[in-house]
């Protein structure tokens, strides 16, 4: 090694030297990298330390105009109103909106389509000149006219929509609908999903304590807020110990279970609106009628007068009539097999003869006839024989084929691990 040092030229042998003794300084003369830090800079897990961020860094590269020093005042137009009539209700000039609608074509067609209940904020500046209008067009979208050197001018301002998925899920105390709220769905949500499953489970009179749902949604966001709960993705219910799943079809949006089965069945579980029956609960409950504990050949659902009747399938009406018994009355045949009734209706929508699709209003529900009190009398026969319309095996539904199936199954799949996910997610937090 030193023999090797003494064949190099001067130079390096200096160099090297050099490099040498500042290595040696360094390690044993340089302070410990951690005394270095004092005390107060050690950050703490858990505490909140403040960042300066610099604002401008953050702003995009275009002009802003100067919203902090504009006086915003909002109106909402009102019924039979126009931009000339509002700009005078809040004592705005007839020359002011003329220099707007004169600016540009598009500001004059925003301001001559304004609609009761737009919303308009105006943005004024120290010396209460109009200096940007805005015209909210939806959550996302509002249309934006600024003032600048040569008269107005306007731009959709536009928010980006992201969407995400969600979940959802509960276990049934006191009712469906409670138990859904609580859960954060919105009215809209509940009723889907009540309308996915309504083809397997009677809402009205068969759901349990102890029954379960889940389901993953979609979300939209913009600038990290939930804006809007929309469509399930896929869902289960748990009805009485079944477990029924649902997943929808991105090519008609329509949903199917995990084998490609259409939800859609041949007839309604329950023919009416769930949520204006009052009896959810009380599967022991008295006949309205006699006052016996079994219900007779049909179904009686206990509702308000008025509530709108369905009819359970795709048929024909053969009886739309009154007798002193039924009194306002609906047969509908839907197959060689399949008939339904309807009975004691306050109303009847439908005449003898016509033809009716699934969920089509055919009467409203009332006393008529012999009855102690308003309810639906609803029937369900197969080839005459009476059954009971929420437990009766109903014919197959419609299945997907070849290739779509493939790919709905696949999806499904993904889906309902998804689902699953989320599941074990809420369970750990729990
Ligand atoms: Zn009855």
């Not at 304590?209 to 809007?228: C, H, N, P, R, W």
Request: proline share 4%.
């Amino acid at each position: 090694m030193l023999s090797i040092f003494a064949c190099l030229p001067r130079l390096h042998q200096t160099l090297i030297g050099c490099f040498s003794a500042l290595i040696v300084i360094a390690i044993f003369f340089l302070p410990n990298p951690k005394e270095l830090q004092g005390k107060e800079k050690q950050l703490e897990i858990g505490r909140h330390y403040p960042l300066s961020i610099n604002a401008e860094a953050l702003s995009p590269g275009v002009a802003i105009p100067p919203t902090a020093t504009l006086r915003w005042e909002q109106y909402q137009v009102k019924s039979g109103e126009s931009a000339a009539v509002l700009f005078q209700r809040i004592g705005l000039s007839s020359r002011l909106l003329y220099e707007l609608t004169a600016s540009d074509p598009e500001i004059k067609q925003q301001l001559t389509r304004l609609r009761p209940g737009d919303e308009l904020s105006f943005g004024f500046d120290e010396n209460d000149q109009l200096v940007q209008l805005r015209r909210s067009l939806s959550t996302y979208e509002a249309f934006m006219i600024t003032k600048s050197e040569h008269g107005f001018t306007a731009k959709l301002d536009k928010k980006e929509v992201h969407y995400q998925y969600n979940y959802a899920e509960a276990q049934i105390t006191s009712n469906f609908w409670n138990a859904a709220i609580n859960a954060g769905l919105t009215p809209n949500q509940i009723m889907a999903l009540a309308g996915i499953f309504g083809w397997d489970i009677d809402f009205a009179l068969d759901i349990r304590k102890g029954d379960t749902f889940s389901l993953l949604y979609q979300e939209a966001v913009v600038e990290g807020e939930i804006v809007g709960k929309g469509n399930i993705i896929a869902a289960t219910f748990t009805n009485q110990g079944t477990t029924f799943k649902a997943i929808i079809n991105d090519d008609n949006g329509d949903y199917y279970d995990e084998t490609g089965r259409a939800m859609k069945k041949a007839f309604l579980r329950s023919p009416l609106d769930f949520r204006r029956v009052s009896s959810n609960f009380n599967p022991r409950r008295l006949h309205p009628v006699t006052g016996r504990v079994r219900p007779h050949r049909g179904t009686d659902y206990v509702a308000p007068v008025g509530t709108p009747i369905w009819a359970a399938g795709d048929g024909v009406v053969v009886k739309s009539s009154y007798n002193r018994f039924n009194g306002n009355y609906v047969f509908i045949k839907h197959s060689n097999t399949y008939m339904t009734k309807y009975l004691h209706l306050k109303r009847r929508y439908v005449k003898t003869g016509q033809r009716v699709k699934q969920g089509q209003k055919i009467g409203a529900l009332g006393g008529t006839g012999r009855v102690t009190g308003p309810h639906l009398h609803y029937e369900f026969l197969v080839h005459g024989v009476h059954k009971n319309p929420r437990t009766v095996s109903l014919p197959q539904s419609e299945s997907l084929r070849g290739q779509a199936k493939q790919t709905f199954i696949a999806n499904a799949k993904i889906r309902l691990q998804q689902l699953e996910r989320f599941s074990h997610l809420m369970y750990a937090k729990r």
